[in-house]
């Protein structure tokens, strides 16, 4: 059994003052590692607009499968920042903490009382990591499908003959909530050995860009601008392109010479002599592809698979969403009707659900120090938000 980074963050207090998925991805994946992470939603929206985004299949809750994605293992406190008592309950929480996560249009945090300036004077050790959509001097929000259209990846993404197409996850925000993660870890490495505080800025446009890979190197290295591809690879084939059998699809994933000559005696096909290397099967992938699916089309789907893994031939089965997840428990969450994925499935922590709003307001205002009277004042004047906790 390997060894488990459960509890490697014990101790370690974070304020997340994100919403959507960037930031609240970061949050669950140190939460997962052990770290407390509380939750500070807006009183004014009534919390991570995620809790209103529900499927047309789902009942009416604060709760729905799109917050269940990001927000396991937290505290949830609800604050009006725009009132000074709503920040003075910020700056309560963030004398405790370890770690703030932020994601704020540029110029909102320093209204709210939220800034990196404002928060590292509360605690002299304290990481302060901010996401914005372009960068601290653009006060344009940033959103998922905008940045993947102007980032490249819309314009790659469909079918040669197809129009532009969206990813199907927010693939942007996933890779800038990696990028969160990476700089809080690096972070707490570097106070650990010199005691010293971080204020960290980053990017949804950034991420994006850093993340184009191969097709951004390619413009960057050979001056050629990629173009939609569908499934196929620019530089490999066959690479990445659905090929049919009797009962579904399969992907293959051909990376070499050898695998491709394993392939053809796996489907008997007798290849042209330039697709011996890879540079020649790039250049003809039009025929190639259609002598494959060819070959394919006569085999049921689990038996050509079977043939190709046993002469180690990169291949997969075409599934759905259900299917895969059929089979994915090490990275699945449950609680009740609740359930979500993992950020950190090499971590084995038993989470608390994903919580209601503002259902932990009080405890956590009390646990920072604010004494009984001072608390009161502020649920009255509604600068905090005071939801009991609910059963799960």
């Not at 807006?42 to 009416?60: K, M, Y």
């Not at 927000?71 to 009006?80: I, P």
């Not at 009962?247 to 489907?267: I, M, N, S, Y």
Request: charged share 25%; with cysteine.
């Amino acid at each position: 059994m390997s060894d488990s980074l459960t509890d490697v963050l014990a101790g370690v207090r974070v304020v997340e003052l994100a919403g959507v998925l960037a930031g609240p991805t970061a949050g669950q994946f140190l939460a997962e590692l052990g770290a407390e992470v509380i939750k500070v939603e807006n009183a004014r929206t009534r919390g991570d607009v995620t809790r209103t985004w529900r499927l047309p299949s789902e009942p009416e809750t604060d709760r729905p499968a799109y917050f269940c994605a990001a927000n396991w293992g937290k505290r949830s406190v609800a604050l009006d920042l725009s009132r000074e008592a709503g920040r003075e309950a910020l700056a309560a929480l963030v004398r405790t903490a370890d770690v703030v996560l932020s994601a704020y249009k540029p110029g909102d945090a320093e209204r709210l009382g939220a800034d990196a300036r404002t928060l590292r004077q509360l605690r002299e050790r304290i990481i302060v990591v901010e996401l914005s959509g372009y960068g601290p001097e653009v006060s344009r929000a940033g959103y998922d499908a905008v940045i993947q259209a102007e980032a490249g990846f819309t314009h790659l993404n469909g079918e040669p003959d197809g129009p532009p197409t969206k990813l199907p996850v927010a693939l942007m925000d996933l890779l800038a909530a990696h990028q969160i993660k990476e700089a809080v870890l690096a972070a707490l490495f570097r106070r650990e050995r010199t005691g010293t505080s971080a204020h960290l800025t980053l990017s949804l446009l950034d991420a994006a860009l850093s993340a184009l890979a191969n097709q951004g190197t390619a413009w960057l290295v050979a001056g050629h601008d990629p173009e939609r591809m569908g499934s196929a690879h620019p530089q490999i084939a066959p690479y990445g392109t659905p090929f049919p059998t009797r009962d579904g699809d399969v992907v293959l994933a051909v990376g070499t010479d050898r695998q491709f000559a394993a392939l053809c005696e796996v489907l008997g096909v007798d290849p042209a002599p330039e697709w011996s290397r890879n540079p020649g099967r790039v250049r003809d992938r039009d025929r190639l592809d259609a002598r494959l699916a060819e070959a394919t089309a006569g085999w049921e789907r689990e038996a050509l698979l079977a043939a190709l893994h046993a002469r180690a031939v990169p291949a997969g089965a075409v599934r759905r969403v259900s299917e895969a997840l059929a089979e994915a428990e090490r990275v699945v969450l449950r609680s009740g009707d609740l359930a979500g994925l993992r950020q950190a499935p090499f971590a084995s922590a038993s989470l608390r659900p994903p919580p209601r709003y503002a259902e932990h307001s009080i405890a956590l205002l009390r646990e920072a120090g604010v004494a009984p009277g001072t608390l009161a004042a502020w649920v009255r004047e509604g600068a905090v938000v005071d939801l009991p906790s609910r059963d799960a």
